[in-house]
């Protein structure tokens, strides 16, 4: 599954375009949550955290906002 490269000309707005466009299609948002949740749920199973579904659902929430915090502090870096 080969996508045509970036052109290298172009304004900056299209090739901002394009290449959002292709990161999209790629879900890469959704691989980078799947990633998170499966740590998280291994991490509860194997210090047997029980939480009520409005609290496990809360305190995953936290965890990916501040695991994309971190990663969005890495980009001023």
Known sequence: MSMNPIPEFGSYDEIEKKMLQRVRAAKLDEKILAIVQAKYEE????R??????????RLYQTVVKAVLDDVLGKLGE
């Open 48 to 57: 047997n955290v029980i939480l009520s579904r409005p609290d496990r659902k």
């Open 43 to 46: 991490e509860l199973a194997q």
